[in-house]
């Protein structure tokens, strides 16, 4: 199999810039790599330092997962609907 890397073949910053306006917050749910804590908020400061320390922004090479917390915001924000 090819990998689409980044994710979907789009840029990093208008990823960001989706998860950003969707509101959903995320969170590192695993790690493979130390210094990485489950917990962490996924941000976009977050992930520019992970860049700076020559990590994946996304963790597209299994540094880490994630989980999105949809439940912490309507469904109509996470998916862009009506705005």
């Not at 917050?25 to 493979?32: E, L, Q």
């Not at 860049?51 to 862009?80: K, Q, T, Y």
């Amino acid at each position: 199999f090819t990998l689409e890397y980044p994710l979907w073949n789009v840029p990093y910053h208008v990823l960001l810039d989706d998860l950003e306006a969707s509101g959903v917050p995320c969170r590192v749910s695993a790690s493979t790599v130390e210094g990485i804590p489950t917990g962490q908020l996924f941000t976009r400061e977050w992930s520019a330092e992970l860049v700076r320390d020559r990590i994946d922004g996304f963790g597209e090479n299994g540094e880490f997962h994630s989980v999105a917390e949809v439940w912490e915001v309507s469904r109509e924000r996470a998916l862009g609907i009506g705005t």
